[in-house]
């Protein structure tokens, strides 16, 4: 069992800042991919970042240059800096961690979701 714990969110004005945090645990995780995926009301859910563990990192066109994606390998641990927010950037947030448990079983995680409200 691989658990997700997310933390960060909250209500913000437009122009402000947030730091999204999403730790793993579990048995001997080898943690590859981690990323932030985010859902709109009454829409679907879509990417907002990710990050290999190498550091490779790939962003939506709608937030690049606002929002930074950065990880601890040692803290299995993924974080979403999110300056410049706008009205359009609420929703909510997901963490999603992809690697292996164990040493043989892979898998695919979703955290329980943070709200994130940018609103005057």
């Known amino acids: 069992q691989v658990q997700l714990v997310e933390s960060g969110g909250g209500l913000v004005q437009p122009g402000g800042s947030l730091r999204l945090s999403c730790a793993a645990s579990?048995?001997?995780?080898?943690?590859?991919?981690m990323g932030w995926y985010r859902q709109a009301p009454g829409k679907q859910r879509e990417l907002a970042a990710t990050i290999t563990r190498s550091g490779i990192t790939n962003y939506a066109d709608s937030v690049k240059g606002r929002f930074t994606i950065s990880r601890d390998n040692a803290k299995n641990t993924v974080y979403l800096q999110m300056n410049s927010l706008k009205p359009e950037d609420t929703a909510v947030y997901y963490c999603?961690?992809?690697?292996?448990?164990?040493?043989?079983?892979?898998?695919?995680?979703w955290g329980q979701g943070t709200q994130v409200t940018v609103s005057s």
């Open positions: 579990g048995n001997r995780l080898s943690i590859a991919a």
């Open positions: 999603n961690v992809q690697g292996v448990k164990l040493g043989v079983s892979a898998f695919d995680s």
